[in-house]
């Protein structure tokens, strides 16, 4: 079954600089894939989602990279503030399923001032 | 905007013990999911539910599991008995429709069996 793999479990970057989180899938019938957020004590909350080749998808402060070719997943936060301090999760869907989503492992982000 | 209510946020109980966790999806949505999530990993799919019938289920989802809507009110996970390993945070999620909708996630009630 589908594989997905997130890296880096852990992230601490200053405020202001950048931080990149990848996930590589291995079900070439992935086609929808998901970021969200987590806060502590929280629930999940979207950030994206993004279901086409190598497609850019820009938020507030926050661009997702999807390489189909690749089957590589990426969220770029491009100047990471003490707000942004969560875990992040990608999940991805398989085409025509029954909405199951495969989640990475996340990752810890940390954001000091 | 809309939410999917879990109820209680926690639950204590004995090992051996039944429990059932509580979900109020969000009133429109036809699909209904349970995740787990164990402290410090990943979140795991569970099963989901549609037109009153379980669509698909993980190996998590072992024969003491079972959910149900009954006319509409809370989509339910019960586990009976229960057993240490399943300690962890059970989040309920519903959408309208698969493939491309995101699902929407409750809060999570987190289960500690002692």
């Known amino acids: 079954g589908e594989q997905v793999e997130q890296r880096p479990p852990h992230l601490s970057v200053r405020e202001g600089d950048s931080a990149v989180i990848t996930c590589t899938y291995t079900d070439p019938n992935s086609y929808y894939f998901f970021w969200y957020k987590q806060e502590p004590g929280a629930s999940l909350q979207l950030l994206m989602k993004v279901f086409s080749s190598t497609e850019i998808n820009e938020g507030q402060g926050f661009t997702v990279l999807l390489n189909k070719k690749d089957k590589r997943l990426s969220l770029n936060l491009t100047a990471a503030h003490p707000g942004d301090s969560a875990a992040y999760f990608c999940a991805v869907s398989i085409t025509g399923n029954t909405g199951k989503l495969i989640f990475g492992l996340g990752t810890t982000l940390q954001v000091q001032p | 905007g809309p939410k999917v209510l879990q109820i209680p946020s926690h639950q204590i109980i004995d090992m051996g013990q039944m429990v059932t966790l509580n979900c109020d999806p969000v009133?429109?949505?036809?699909?209904f999911y349970w995740y787990k999530q164990i402290l410090g990993q990943q979140m795991e799919f569970l099963v989901n539910?549609?037109?009153?019938?379980?669509?698909?289920k993980s190996k998590l989802f072992k024969d003491q599991f079972s959910v149900e809507r009954p006319d509409g009110s809370y989509f339910t996970l019960k586990i009976q008995p229960t057993a240490l390993e399943d300690s962890a945070v059970y989040f309920c999620?519903?959408?309208?429709?698969?493939?491309?909708?995101?699902?929407?996630f409750g809060e999570g009630t987190r289960l500690s069996v002692l």
């Open positions: 999620a519903s959408s309208n429709r698969v493939g491309n909708q995101a699902p929407l």
């Open positions: 539910f549609y037109n009153g019938k379980v669509m698909e």
């Open positions: 009133s429109n949505h036809l699909y």
